[in-house]
């Protein structure tokens, strides 16, 4: 699915894409747009989310824990970690939590094609 | 751990998605109005997520209100305490002060004008009434303003009145029981005033007191949440207040889409996948039962039929994303395991945790299994 525009749609999940899902959803509830131009919208979303974070965003960040479940399944790795310590590398401050779950899509495929 | 960029961040995402997709807005000839609508339609309900501080975001109302508000209460509390504070000064420090005072005010006419035997006659008489049980304040002040002005014999006295532990205090008892009534009152006042603010303090927490308190002594928050840290947070009124009318909104849609506004067909499209739903999960209890595999079998062809294709393992899958939205995602460089260390590089991801989002460049996590 993603393959027709080199871009995974896994950021679709996130709060962004959730918020943006949900205003084009009411949008085509309120017969506005079509569901045809809300999926172009949704893949612009993909491609311009997957630059921005790659060319805009400098920080860095590093975690520990115990890993709870992992998963390898078509190339994409599912992790759940338990008792989560990130920390970024800008401030010490760190932030804990009990439970986070990875979603992570190999970056060698972007980058291939 | 600050998320500053990330507001930053999501707005140029934001500005360009909404760039790019002005073509072919234009080309399916949808009005200008509509892609303004989209955006604004996003920052609202991004903002509405509270994810991050945004910079479309009306310089918020609420931080001022709730650092005025606790200045108010703060305030308050201390016009509270200042009025006790006062009080004390004023009318516990003459009474203190009216002893010293009234001993030579008494003593000096005395020891001037009148004879000294009349005095020690009332020096006397005073041990027995000192004695007595129900003596008031002044004959006490009285009887203890003589003693001074004796001289000689009454100061031998004023000294046994002095060894005899069991009579000054006796004397002094009105007075003192006086004051120690009025400080163990003032004490108790202080006592239940810091109560009082230890009940704000928790009132929030448990929620409930929170509804006795509708003075002055402004409770902006009876909700908490998890801030970035982990700490639990106050939801001020307004924060509320939005939640509520977010819900409600959500409802209200809700029940159109369930068909109070809908054309019958859809409604009843809807109603028939619902109950084709209800019927799979009806099948699928069924399923425990153990024979009705063959059944399952014959139903769909596709399935491997393995303990991955357990109905459960999604529920165990949703619990997971359900525990407080805390999810990563991202792409990965490298995911390397020795015996059950694993190591991996991370990349371009947004991470949401305790409600706030981070987004990063690159990160390095170490977990053991």
Known sequence: MAASNNF???????????????????LIGDERIDPQLAMKVLTQFDRVVAETLQEKVKARLTFKGSLDTYRFCDEVWTFLIR???????????????????????????NDDK | ?????????????????????????????????????????????LSQMNVATFPWDPKPELP??????????AAAAQAAATPVAS?????????????????????????????????????????????EPGLDGQAGQQNYALHPQQQQHLQNLQQQHQQRPGQ?????????????????????????????????????????????????????????QRDANGNPVELSRVEIDNMLHAQILARGKQMEGGGLMLPLKQATRNRGIASKRDADASHVSAHDGGDDELKDEDLDDDAINSDLDDPNDDKDDDDDEDDGGHMMLCMYDKVQRVKNKWKCTLKDGVLTVNGREYVFHKATGEYEW
């Open chain 1, 8 to 26: 995974y749609d896994l950021y679709r999940h996130g709060s962004l894409g959730v918020t943006l899902t949900d205003a084009l959803d009411d």
């Open chain 2, 87 to 131: 009080y004390t000064q004023s009318t516990l420090s003459p009474q203190v002060s009216a002893q010293p005072i009234s001993l030579p005010g008494h003593g000096l006419p005395h020891s001037n004008g009148l004879p000294i035997k009349q005095e020690a006659g009332l020096a006397r008489t005073d041990p027995s009434v000192k004695q």
């Open chain 2, 168 to 224: 000054v205090p006796q004397q002094l008892s009105p007075q003192q029981q006086q004051q120690q009534q009025y400080r163990q009152g003032l004490a108790n006042a202080m006592q239940q005033q810091r109560m009082q603010a230890q009940g704000q303090h928790i009132a929030p927490q448990n929620g409930l007191p929170a509804a006795q308190h509708d003075g002055a002594t402004a409770y902006e928050g009876i909700l908490m």
């Open chain 1, 83 to 109: 008792n989560v310590t990130f920390k970024m590398d800008n401030n010490s401050s760190t932030v804990v939590a009990d439970k986070v779950k990875i979603v992570s899509c190999s970056a060698k495929r």
């Open chain 2, 1 to 45: 751990m600050s998320n500053q960029n990330v507001g930053a961040v999501y707005d140029i995402i934001i500005q360009e998605v909404i760039n790019s997709v002005r073509v072919d807005f234009e080309e399916t000839g949808t009005e200008e109005g509509v892609l303004d609508d989209l955006k604004k339609k996003w920052q609202i309900k």
């Open chain 2, 64 to 73: 001022p209100q709730q650092s005025t508000s606790a200045a108010a209460s």
